[in-house]
């Protein structure tokens, strides 16, 4: 774990209870030492002496921050909604890997009875952060298909890879792939060098890998 996660990191005094604590316990940390919070909204560390422990919380005490690098997470992928399971098991991989923004968007071929726990999802990705070091989570959104403007399909047959624009949005759709009308109102598309048929879930991972990795 490079930090742990605090939404209060910048306070001068934070009172750590919960999964903060727990995080605590399970690494023996003991009175007087250190701890570096962050809170993902800034590129700043802050690190805390830890003052008192108590049974359920901990007292911690700021000492000093510290300014970071920025890091450059340029890239936005659009998804077309699939069961929110497979969402929340792809969001580390894409955040770890640094994709900045994910626009969730339903497609003709969606589950339209998905429901998205965005609370659980800003938990995954804090967690994803603790452990790769990003100072930013991936921020993830829903949107409309038609608001998302130099858009790229990932289909057969598209182009390669490296003919991909920095502006461009590269679109991944559900399990069901592409509808007909979807393939006629956007021509561009980009396609990986793959024979089989890639669940959605594969095929994202891959995509931002392709282009970050």
């Given at each position: ?9 910048g306070d001068e005094t934070i009172e750590l ?79 770890e890997l640094g994709v900045g923004e994910l ?27 603790e452990q790769c070091g990003r100072n930013l ?77």
């Amino acid at each position: 774990m490079r930090f742990l996660y605090c939404a209060r990191a910048g306070d001068e005094t934070i009172e750590l209870s919960g999964d903060g604590f727990a995080h605590l316990k399970a690494q023996r940390k003991r009175g007087g030492e250190i701890l570096r919070l962050q809170n993902l909204r800034e590129n700043i560390a802050y690190f805390y002496e830890i003052s008192e422990i108590k049974r359920n919380s901990a007292r911690l005490v700021l000492r000093e921050k510290k300014e970071l690098e920025a890091q450059n997470f340029w890239l936005k992928i659009g998804w077309a909604v699939c069961e929110s399971a497979v969402i929340e098991k792809s969001l580390p991989f894409l955040n770890e890997l640094g994709v900045g923004e994910l626009l969730l968007f339903y497609a003709d071929f969606s589950q339209k009875n998905v429901k998205l726990d965005f609370a659980r999802f800003e938990r995954i990705l804090a967690s994803s952060c603790e452990q790769c070091g990003r100072n930013l989570a991936m921020s993830v959104r829903v949107c409309e298909l038609s608001e998302i403007e130099n858009a790229v399909l990932l289909d057969f047959g598209g182009d390669d890879f490296s003919t991909l624009g920095g502006d461009e949005i590269l679109l991944i759709g559900a399990e069901g792939g592409w509808s007909d009308a979807e393939r006629a109102k956007f021509k561009r598309k980009i396609g990986l060098k793959s024979s089989c048929v890639l669940r959605a879930q594969t095929a994202i991972i891959s995509a931002a890998a392709k282009i970050l990795a």
